[in-house]
């Protein structure tokens, strides 16, 4: 099993990033996946994660609006649309899946990606 988050950076306050996890290994359009962030010093928090059929999504308060999740079941890619970013929002990113519906706790995901750094900073 892989999932191998890219595309983080650096950006200044306001600007936008897209994040990509490509994933190998396991039947990705029956996995539920998902985005998680961790600043240091900080526990792991849920940022967003989207259900197999990509009907149902679900957003932490801090990131939404401004974050859209979306998957391809079809290239087994799961994606991160960040606009309007903030200093806040600098962190490692990482992707994860599960094998049942969306869950918020980061235990509750079986398969997790690397992580790639943002950093938003003027």
């Known amino acids: 099993v892989q999932l191998q988050a890219s595309g983080g950076g650096l950006v200044q306050p306001g ?5 990509s996890c490509a994933t190998s290994g396991f039947t990705f359009s029956v996995y539920t ?36 999740i979306s998957r391809d079941n079809t290239k087994h890619m799961l994606y991160l649309q960040m ?20 869950s918020i706790p980061s235990y509750e995901y079986n398969y997790w990606g690397q992580g790639t750094q943002v950093t938003v900073s003027s």
Not at 35 to 50: D, L, S
Not at 83 to 102: F, H
């Open 15 to 19: 600007g936008s990033l897209r994040l």
């Open 33 to 68: 996946v998902g985005w998680f962030r961790q600043a240091p010093g900080k526990e792991r928090e849920f940022i967003a994660a989207v259900g197999v059929n990509s009907r149902i999504k679900n957003y932490a308060d801090s990131v939404k609006g401004r974050f859209t």
């Open 83 to 102: 606009n309007s970013l903030k200093p806040e929002d600098t962190a490692v990113y990482y992707c994860a899946a599960r094998n049942r519906p969306i």
